[in-house]
């Protein structure tokens, strides 16, 4: 009988998603068609450790926040042997740049050329750089994943990879920041703005600068990189027409809700003659649209497509242990792909 792969993983970020992916790891154990054991944490501004300390061959981690790519670089020479049998993988979960996806774009690309997979709930990789990230993994043989980028544990890009062969996703729209829409949501009912965002950053959901979710650029990123993988475009989250909810006042939202109607910052994307043309907008939305139902941090996204109709997808319950399994799932999809041949044996 086969066993299953033994990963080595090597954390690039080791905040809340990270952790939690951790502990889901522990928790999910023998459910899991794979092993895992944590090789090296990299991160921003705490230093670096390895399993028995940090080698005197390896070279010291920044501790300013700036590029760790000569470390996962060294890193993936030092576990040579685990990447060229396919069982080294990064685990990116650096915080979102807004500039220029930077370093997290860095450290996927020091990684997939060291020989190791890369699972990452970052939206700034395939929000800057999908397709040049996806033609390196294609390269050098290895995964580039990200399914916790978008909409946590939601199987949003393994849906239309997976199960939907040929369909072309001509356009979306959905609520795909689950911090805005839970200010909208608590502003209806009468909790003040900053305490609603106070809420999603102690619950660990708000981004490290939660001006990135209230100003629309987290539901921007996501737009540019769910565009770039399932339309095929090539933007970035600048490119993406951006509103957020700083303004909303909690008269508005109520005044919104008298008419039947609901404020909700919807994330969008079509073609205009050909082109992909993506937006984050607040718009009042009629109560009985599915994205006016979403309470909270549910998300939903409604896919366009061009031979099924409308598929929709409804998050009810968001939040890290969702995210968390995301990597989690990733790292099971990289697990059903190494050939059994190739797996060591026990004896019936
Ligand atoms: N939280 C969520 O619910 C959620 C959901 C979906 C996706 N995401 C995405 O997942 C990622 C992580 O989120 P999080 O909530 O875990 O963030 P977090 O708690 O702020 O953790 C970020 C981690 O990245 C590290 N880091 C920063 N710069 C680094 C660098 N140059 N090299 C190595 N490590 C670096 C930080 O280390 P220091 O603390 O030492 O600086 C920290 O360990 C973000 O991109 C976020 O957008 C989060």
Not at 280 to 287: D, F, G, M
Request: proline share 5%; aromatic share 4%; charged share 20%.
């Amino acid at each position: 009988l086969p066993l299953t792969p033994t990963f080595d993983l090597i954390f690039v970020g080791f905040g809340n998603v990270a952790r939690r992916a951790a502990r889901l790891l522990e928790e999910m154990g023998p459910r899991l068609p794979f092993t895992a054991r944590t090789v090296a944490i990299v991160t921003g501004h705490h230093g670096a450790t390895c399993e028995n300390g940090w080698p005197a061959t390896l070279p010291p981690p920044a501790t300013d926040g700036s590029s760790n790519a000569h470390v996962v670089a060294a890193l993936a020479e030092h576990h040579r042997a685990a990447a060229d049998e396919g069982r080294l993988i990064c685990v990116e979960t650096t915080v979102l740049d807004i500039r220029a996806g930077e370093p997290a774009i860095s450290h996927v690309r020091a990684a997939l050329s060291g020989g190791a997979h890369v699972v990452t709930a970052n939206k700034g990789p395939a929000a800057f750089a999908y397709a040049d990230l996806a033609a390196l993994a294609l390269s050098v043989e290895r995964q580039f994943l990200f399914e916790g980028a978008v909409m946590d544990g939601i199987p949003i890009f393994n849906l239309v990879r997976e199960t939907l062969p040929g369909v072309r996703i001509e356009s979306f729209r959905g609520v795909i920041n689950s911090t805005t829409n839970h200010i909208l949501t608590m502003l209806e009912r009468g909790v003040t703005f900053d305490v609603a965002l106070r809420e999603m950053q102690e619950a660990g959901i708000a981004e490290a600068d939660p001006m990135l979710d209230v100003e629309g650029w987290d539901a921007a990123a996501k737009t540019a990189a769910l565009m770039n993988v399932l339309m095929d475009a090539r933007v970035t989250p600048h490119e993406i027409t951006r509103e957020g909810v700083r303004h909303v006042s909690a008269k508005e939202t109520r005044a919104a809700r008298d008419h039947n109607q609901r404020l909700r910052l919807v994330a969008s994307a079509g073609r205009s003659r050909g082109t992909p043309i993506g937006r984050v907008q607040l718009e009042k939305l009629p109560a009985d649209d599915i994205l006016a139902r979403l309470d909270g941090q549910q998300n939903a996204l409604v896919l366009g497509t061009d031979l099924l109709g409308d598929i929709a997808i409804v998050q009810r319950h968001g939040g890290l242990t969702q995210t968390a399994f995301a990597i989690v799932s990733d790292l099971a999809k990289i697990a059903r792909q190494v050939p059994l041949s190739t797996l060591p044996h026990r004896t019936p």
